[in-house]
């Protein structure tokens, strides 16, 4: 049966490099969110925290349960609002705050050009006048950026539009507020970071989405996907594979099977666009229910 490994000092490389880019390890908040994008919430929760991160971000509140523990603070991006000594949720619209539990923690998050999700910039003033009227402790403002790993000016646009928050915020009477702007992609992006955190996500895990036009940062991956050989053969030129014969063989080539496919979460895919492996194998024909075929190398066919 097919399995997964998780690298640790792969994923203390990644929070490394991203620690070079905030100065330190104290303003990573780490985003454990879908079960740390498939990770494992409590072992990257765990990881995380004994490298000295202490703060993380999820979806819900029953994942905030089970990694409480671990961090000084939790933010919630989408769950009902309750008051917790180490929970705080973010708003995303008017009706979040108007639903709010009193005297909660929340985190204001802003539409400066997502378009996504949080509270328009026209309905700015009146969410702050709601925060107040609910008695709720705002202890964060935040963003989220659309085209951090695109080389345009949207990003610098945003961050013009961030900043005239975080004045409408100041001259409403806030203080001691954290604020966050930067995903995994501005993070790497920039040269300098003068905020309160980082939401770093999938670069943690070791996905560098940026094009080559910016500075590489190196990151490794955490997660490794292993199957066992199950066979081997030989086929002729004109031999198929599998249902429907999706693929054949346009020489004399060698397969082998291996115990991996849709039944472990697998993607079928596309028999005419098939998924290449990382060392450039690609799946042949279509992938059944607990293997997926591949040629292999290009040694001598006896």
């Known amino acids: 049966m097919a399995f997964i490994t998780i690298n640790k000092q792969h994923f203390y490389h990644n929070l490394s490099q991203i620690a070079l880019k905030t100065g330190s390890v104290e303003k990573i908040a780490i985003v ?58 973010a708003i995303n619209s008017l009706e979040d705050i108007k639903n709010a539990q009193e005297g909660a923690k929340v985190e204001l998050k802003v539409d400066t050009g997502m378009h996504r999700n949080g509270i328009a910039l026209d309905e700015l003033d009146e969410a702050l006048h709601l925060i107040k009227a609910k008695h709720l402790h705002l202890v964060g403002l935040m963003t989220h950026f659309r085209s951090a790993d695109v080389l345009s000016s949207e990003l610098f646009w945003q961050q013009k539009q961030f900043e005239s928050v975080k004045q409408s915020v100041k001259e409403a009477g806030f203080s001691d507020v954290r604020v966050h702007s930067h995903n995994s992609a501005a993070i790497l992006r920039m040269k300098h ?16 989405e940026l094009p080559d036009t910016f500075d590489e940062v190196a990151l490794r991956p955490v997660m490794s996907l292993h199957a066992k050989k199950i066979s081997t053969r ?40 098939p ?28």
Request: aromatic share 10%; charged share 25%; net charge negative.
């Open 193 to 208: 970071f003068n905020e309160d955190l980082v939401r770093v996500g999938i670069a943690a895990y070791g996905y560098n």
């Open 275 to 302: 998924y290449m492996t990382s060392e450039g194998l690609p799946v042949l024909g279509r992938v059944s229910m607990d293997f997926i075929s591949l040629a292999s190398d290009k040694a001598e066919i006896a």
């Open 32 to 89: 454990l969110k879908d079960n740390a994008y498939g990770h494992g919430l409590e072992l990257m929760g765990r990881m995380a925290s004994e490298f000295g991160i202490k703060h993380a971000v999820v979806r819900k509140t029953a994942e905030a349960a089970q990694i409480k523990s671990l961090f000084e603070t939790v933010l919630v991006l989408g769950d009902s609002i309750i008051k917790d000594d180490i929970y705080a949720f």
């Open 234 to 273: 030989v086929l002729n030129s004109g031999e198929r594979i599998g249902y429907a014969g999706d693929f054949s063989a346009v020489e004399r080539m060698r397969v082998s099977t291996y115990d991996l496919g849709y039944g472990d979460g697998w993607c079928r895919g596309d028999a005419q666009k």
